[in-house]
């Protein structure tokens, strides 16, 4: 089995240490270097292609919002997860929105960053449901238009591809929106692909944000 590779972005030296310390405890894990500006992860990101990175969000140089922008619109397969001391941090928001994977915070025990390195390299998101809506009513700005009918917002959505749009956007799981739409999980991860790939979206956590910023939810 291949291993998957994990690079730390922060500017903590000793938190650097204990991640690596931990990734390389792993088996199926191989660490993939560090950097400790915004700037010097994304250089970093473009080098190594590592599948995930821990991204601290406030570092000098340029932050981790920014460098997970950067990311992101580089095309890099690389999953962030970013790293935080508060939950509740509108800077976690803008991390999320950029296409960030989720978050998770420092003083997390080693067995959940293991666990979230693995649920984000599967595609998923490091995010529980209450968390990512709290986040979106704090932070997000419904659209003037809001509330425009569905069929524009996603009307490049197969009618199947807005059912499983909806249940993506409710932070349902995959087996749970396997079981909601009566398709193996295989086809629930193949549909949910199509729909980030055809609204420009990078992770499931932007789909609730599209979906409480275009007005078709309430949360």
Same mark, same amino acid.
């Given at each position: 089995m291949r291993q998957v590779r994990v690079a730390v972005v922060d500017d903590q030296p000793l938190f650097v240490s204990g991640m690596q310390m931990l990734i390389e405890s792993q088996p199926d894990l191989q660490f993939a270097g560090s950097a400790g500006t915004g700037r010097g992860g994304v250089d970093l990101v473009a080098r190594e292609a590592?599948?995930?990175?821990?991204?601290?969000?406030?570092?000098? +140089?340029?932050?981790?919002?920014?460098?997970?922008? *950067?990311?992101?619109? $580089?095309? $890099?397969?690389?999953? +962030? /997860?970013?790293?935080?001391?508060? @939950?509740r941090d509108?800077?976690?928001?803008?991390?999320?929105?950029?296409?960030? $994977?989720?978050? /998770?915070?420092?003083d997390a025990t080693p067995e959940f960053i293991l666990a979230a390195i693995g649920t984000v390299h599967a595609g998923q998101s490091v995010l529980a449901p209450a968390a990512t809506f709290d986040l979106v009513k704090r932070?997000?700005?419904?659209?003037?238009?809001?509330?425009?009918? *569905?069929?524009?917002? /996603?009307?490049?959505?197969?009618?199947?591809?807005?059912?499983?749009? *909806?249940? +993506?956007?409710?932070?349902?799981?995959?087996?749970?929106?396997?079981?909601?739409?009566?398709?193996?999980?295989?086809?629930?991860k193949t549909h949910i692909r199509s729909? *980030?790939?055809?609204?420009?979206? @990078? $992770?499931?956590? @932007?789909?609730?944000v599209f979906a409480y910023e275009n007005g078709l939810l309430e949360y």
């Open positions: 590592p599948d995930v990175v821990l991204m601290d969000i406030r570092m000098p +140089v340029m932050d981790g919002i920014e460098a997970t922008r *950067l990311i992101v619109a $580089s095309g $890099s397969a690389t999953r +962030v /997860i970013v790293l935080t001391t508060f @939950q509108e800077a976690v928001f803008r991390a999320i929105r950029t296409g960030a $994977s989720g978050f /998770i915070t420092k932070y997000a700005t419904p659209r003037v238009d809001a509330g425009r009918p *569905l069929e524009v917002a /996603i009307a490049a959505l197969t009618p199947r591809e807005r059912e499983i749009f *909806l249940l +993506v956007a409710r932070g349902l799981s995959n087996a749970e929106i396997a079981s909601a739409a009566f398709v193996s999980e295989a086809t629930s729909i *980030l790939s055809k609204l420009g979206l @990078q $992770s499931r956590i @932007q789909v609730v």
